[in-house]
């Protein structure tokens, strides 16, 4: 079974503080995602990569950055943690398009 | 602006009966459809599919329907179960926008026992 581990399952950080959360999968998949759910949105993309070194922004980057250094391991940054980036953080990975995601059990992140 | 939308946010059903969960979207380019399941503190996990080739998908006691004309699809679980309690998201991709998923709001599934 593929396995999605994202670092914290639990985190609580200040306004402005610098934020890393991060995944890591173990199936060499190349397809990586962040989401945020959040009740009453859903899901929510923030960034993916399809490569190594290769990131693209999903539908609310602002605020947030990634890295994807090694294969396996895609981090998400929040550079300047605010209030409103209080939520529920989940990180998927898939082999192929239309492959369906396996998804991380999820980092709730609160920000005060 | 929703391109998938879950119009109920819950729905309960007794054990046993049929559960219906609804889905609607409105991006025509939308040719791949998925439902997830998630239970609390979980990650969600892949459901069912369904390509927009078919009109009908089965798995078990899931089955996925699509109607692309009404740009609508629904998942029915018969019978339900009190395990299938969770929040279900269907989700949409689109090949011209690199088969990055969609997600829906969420349906809150509750089944009595």
């Known amino acids: 079974d593929v396995k999605v581990t994202q670092s914290s399952r639990y985190l609580v950080k200040r306004t402005g503080e610098k934020v890393f959360l991060e995944c890591v999968q173990d199936m060499d998949h190349e397809n990586m995602f962040w989401y945020r759910q959040d009740p009453g949105l859903g899901l929510r993309l923030i960034y993916f990569s399809y490569d190594v070194k290769m990131k693209e922004k999903g539908d609310i980057p602002e605020g947030y950055s990634v890295s994807r250094e090694k294969k396996e391991r895609f981090s998400l940054i929040l550079e300047s943690a605010s209030t409103n980036q209080t939520s529920m953080y989940l990180c998927?990975?898939?082999?192929?398009?239309?492959?369906?995601?396996?998804f991380g059990s999820g980092t709730r992140l609160t920000v005060v | 602006d929703q391109q998938v939308k879950q119009n109920s946010p819950s729905l309960s059903v007794q054990e046993g009966r049929i559960s219906i969960l609804n889905c609607d979207y409105t991006?025509?380019?939308?040719?791949?459809f998925l439902w997830y399941k998630k239970y609390p503190a979980e990650g969600p996990t892949f459901l069912i599919s369904i390509s927009s080739i078919k009109d009908k998908n089965e798995d078990g006691r899931f089955t996925v329907f699509l109607n692309k004309s009404a740009k609508h699809l629904s998942l029915h679980i018969v019978p339900s179960q009190p395990g299938d309690s969770a929040v279900y998201f269907c989700?949409?991709?689109?090949?011209?926008?690199?088969?990055?998923?969609?997600f829906g709001t969420g349906t809150r599934l509750a089944v009595r026992p």
């Open positions: 998927a990975s898939s082999l192929l398009p239309n492959y369906g995601y396996t």
């Open positions: 989700a949409a991709s689109a090949k011209s926008s690199g088969d990055k998923l969609t």
């Open positions: 991006n025509s380019m939308f040719d791949y």
